[in-house]
């Protein structure tokens, strides 16, 4: 089945620092990848979307890439803020039209003043 | 601006009552979406619907049902309340097929004692 990891563990950085998180998919070629911020107790919020044609996609401080060859998107957050911190989720849809997303369980970010 | 709302924040019910989550989106999107997330088990789909009228089972149909009689306005209903069901649920709507961002509510927070 498909399926979509992300590292289950807190990401620690101090301000000011680049922040990665990764996510890793099998069995399936997704067609988008998408980026989705969490707050504690607040449903999460689209950030970005990158396309199995596309590389890198920017938007301000964020950065996202998509590695079809090792089945991996990083997102990456530079000059990163103490509001940043949040939990962070990968999503995808299969290629083929399918409109269920398939959700990771996200990776909480901590940024350290 | 899409706007998703949930009727309530925070809802506090006994186990065996019949329970009414609402959800409303503005934007005339065509899929709607109920997933109930807890911690370490991230989001997961529990029914989602297409069009009016229309419904699917998503992974963890058991215990729920769905109402959707407008476009707007997607209902999760739990026939009877058991305790295993309290839980942060969190609607969302996207508007087409082929996989599209989704557009997440506050989430309903439901404790059942």
């Known amino acids: 089945s498909q399926k979509i990891e992300q590292n289950s563990e807190a990401l620690n950085i101090q301000e000011g620092k680049t922040a990665t998180l990764t996510c890793n998919y099998t069995?399936?070629?997704?067609?988008?990848l998408q980026w989705y911020r969490q707050d504690p107790g607040r449903g999460p919020v689209f950030l970005l979307l990158?396309?199995?044609?596309?590389k890198e996609k920017r938007k301000e401080r964020l950065k996202v890439t998509f590695d079809t060859t090792l089945k991996q998107s990083l997102f990456h957050i530079t000059a990163s803020q103490p509001a940043d911190s949040a939990t962070y989720l990968c999503?995808?849809?299969?290629?083929?039209?399918?409109?269920?997303?398939?959700f990771g369980r996200g990776t909480s970010l901590i940024v350290h003043p | 601006d899409v706007k998703v709302t949930q009727s309530s924040r925070y809802l506090v019910k006994r186990t065996g009552e019949k329970v009414f989550l609402e959800c409303v989106q503005d934007?005339?999107?065509?899929?709607m979406f109920w997933y109930r997330q807890d911690p370490g088990l991230g989001l997961r789909l529990i029914y989602f619907?297409?069009?009016?009228?229309?419904?699917e089972k998503g992974d963890i149909p058991e215990g729920y049902s769905v109402s959707r009689e407008k476009k707007e306005r997607f209902s999760l209903i739990l026939e009877s309340a058991s305790t295993n069901q309290t839980s942060m649920y969190l609607c969302?709507?996207?508007?087409?097929?082929?996989?599209?961002?989704?557009?997440f509510g506050p989430g309903t927070r439901l404790t059942v004692l």
């Open positions: 969302a709507s996207s508007l087409t097929q082929g996989g599209d961002t989704q557009y």
């Open positions: 069995n399936y070629s997704p067609a988008y």
């Open positions: 990158i396309r199995e044609n596309e």
């Open positions: 999503a995808s849809h299969a290629s083929g039209g399918s409109y269920i997303p398939t």
């Open positions: 934007m005339d999107h065509e899929n």
């Open positions: 619907s297409y069009d009016v009228k229309m419904k």
